[in-house]
């Protein structure tokens, strides 16, 4: 203590030590003051940094999660069993039904042969016009019927045939003539037409089984024009070869699809089809035996969902009765009717993903239009789903597509944002720097 006190004494006795030592102590406080100084401001440019990076760091456009679309399926198609022999051909839906349809889509009861009956006056009515045809004017030559024609009638009427009046002497066109033959069903006038246009009914019939074999109906009889006689037969596949015959010709088209018929001299005629307008039926004959039972030749245009022009349908059903035929043809039109849906794959709208940041903010994917295909049956639909980046976020951006594909037929539809990636706060800013400046 007495040393300190001796030092300080003489620092205060010497001015120039005294002098040195306030400069001393200046420096030091200088230097301190400068220090923190440079503190502050290092501190200041840093926190100003922080900030500065973080409120104008980029962020990026979020990735998507996307849900791929699932199309369910819809019912698969039951068509009925009618009864007796069944075949039918469906054409304008291959795409659908695929190739075989319009051969034969369907059948059941086997594809033996059996008694035509009266649609063997098809074969007699097709011989006939590919020996007479009705020409230009669509009628064809008069037939003037004889006493051998009018004779006729007494003969068939002994046998229980359907019959249509023909006095002597009576006179027709060639296509009357035919119309009766199919409309009416007229035996008489089935050998009657027949026997005029080929001279007699051995030639006839040599001609018809010719006329047979050149049109590759290799599994159809034939005896004689009327179908009485139970060696006229034929297959469920050849006679829907022989009704699309029938159909390509148009005056026997038109002729077939008559549900009753005006001849000069006869009473009104009616068709003896009972299935004739009912669920698009159009023609084609009927064919009926005690020991056989009833047959039908049947065509018909089918209007269904998703396609513009109706399918045209050819079918055939041996052995049955008429009120059932009528029953098991208007069954199985209708169940290929309810097989063809027109359906909504796609509905606009509709979430097929989404978006979050990690800010919170979040927007969808949906569809931007709707989806619509033809389908047939069950037939599976996929879809296929791509996406694009974001680009700018804002609510009805394009961001990708989907195409909806079944069989042949696709449609595509446009994938868009629905709400807007809205840009972080600062708040969040400030309070995230390792998402933002990649820390």
Known sequence: ?????????RRRADPAVHAAERARDRRRRRRSTIGAIVTVVVLAAL??????ATLTAPVGMPSGTAKAPVVAASPAVAFPTPVGEFAVSVTGADEFLGAGASGILTASGGDAAKPMASISKLVTALVVLDRKPLGDGGTGPTITFDKAAHDLYDKYYVLNATIAAMPEGTRMSERDAIATMLVASASNYAEAVSTWAFGSQPVFVSAARSWLKKHGLTSTTFAEPTGLDTRNTSTPSDLIALGKLVMA?????????LHSLEVAGLPT???T???LGIDGVDGIKTGTLDDVGVNLLFSANVSVAGI???LRVIGVILGSSRDQIVQDVRAWLNALRAGFHDTIVGAAGAEVGTYRTAWGSTATMTLGDTARLVTWSDAKVTAKMTTTALKTGRDGERIGTVVYT???RSASVPVVLTGTITKPTTEWRLTHPGGLLHW
């Open 269 to 271: 005629l009616s068709t």
């Open 47 to 52: 926190a100003g940094g922080y900030v500065f």
């Open 273 to 275: 089809n009972p299935a």
């Open 249 to 257: 010709d148009p005056a026997l088209a038109q002729i077939v699809g």
């Open 1 to 9: 203590m007495r040393t300190s006190d001796e030092a300080e004494t």
């Open 406 to 408: 079944t069989g042949s």
């Open 308 to 310: 513009d022009t109706p």
